[in-house]
């Protein structure tokens, strides 16, 4: 029996090794920090913020027809290396926008709201089979990138369709729904679809870039009722890019509270 006791001690000590050094935690307590890049920064460069930078989460765009950069560096094996340096992941797929975006040269998504629908199974499914090639397992979240548009009419019907679909793509293969736009227009157009929706987000990314880290209480030119998506459904995107270095690197990055769904969680 001892000897059993002494090589489950070491086992627990193997796993908690693996998952990197925890940080201090901040004083006052304050809501976990997490950034995002256009690309997925070098594994010496994630090692270096992990021990300098306050932040423990990291958005990474994992793929979709609209995704900004090239993923030169986002392989299985970086999701490994960042996760056992201790980071938590947010996945982001950027598929097709809004049907009346004002973003030029980009795939958007059909007017109609059953065509729209199944255009968010069609990218949800591609969105779970990436996340599974990069090791992302049960329960990750994918957060769907759409950006601001002007909201209203068939326009706004149409993407709450598409997130209908997205959803429940996702959830049928074991993974987390996430959705990230702007508070007054992806995020309002959500929120109001509530009460008639058959597939409920599972966790919203707000972008308000009002350089406050909170997570509630959204009543500055656009109101989010704090009654929807409470239980670690959130990730606010308090400001959005600009340059910032630890331990003498420099990422340009935007800045985000996290009290939402990561991987690991």
């Not at 429940?168 to 227009?185: E, F, K, P, V």
């Amino acid at each position: 029996m001892k000897r059993a006791l002494v090589a489950v001690v070491a086992s627990l000590a193997m796993l908690l090794a693996a998952c990197g050094p925890p940080k201090p935690a901040p004083s006052p307590p304050t809501t976990p920090q997490g950034f995002d890049a256009c690309a997925a920064p070098p594994i010496t460069t994630m090692d270096t913020w992990w021990k300098s930078s306050p932040y423990t989460s990291v958005g990474v765009y994992i793929g979709g027809a609209n995704r900004g950069c090239a993923q030169p560096n986002l392989t299985t094996s970086w999701v490994r290396t960042v996760i056992a340096q201790g980071w938590k992941l947010m996945p982001i797929w950027v598929g097709p926008q809004a049907p009346c975006t004002p973003l030029g040269s980009t795939t958007k998504l059909p007017l109609d709201v059953n065509a729209a629908t199944y255009q968010g199974l069609v990218e949800g499914l591609a969105a779970a089979d990436r996340a599974a090639a990069l090791g992302l397992g049960w329960l990750a979240p994918v957060y769907y990138d759409m950006e601001a548009y002007p909201s209203g009419g068939a326009c706004s019907k149409a993407v709450v369709g598409f997130a209908n679909g997205w959803t429940y793509a996702l959830n049928q293969r074991g993974y987390l729904a996430g959705y990230y736009s702007s508070l007054c227009s992806g995020i309002a157009d959500q929120a109001a679809a509530i009460p008639t929706t058959p597939n409920i987000l599972n966790a919203v990314w707000i972008a308000a870039w009002n350089d406050k880290p909170n997570i509630f209480g959204f009543s500055s030119g656009c109101i989010l009722w704090d009654g929807w998506w409470t239980v670690h459904q959130r990730v606010h995107q308090f400001k959005g890019g600009h340059d910032e270095a630890w331990g003498d690197v420099t990422i340009n990055i935007d800045s985000n509270a996290v009290d939402g769904p990561t991987y690991p969680g």
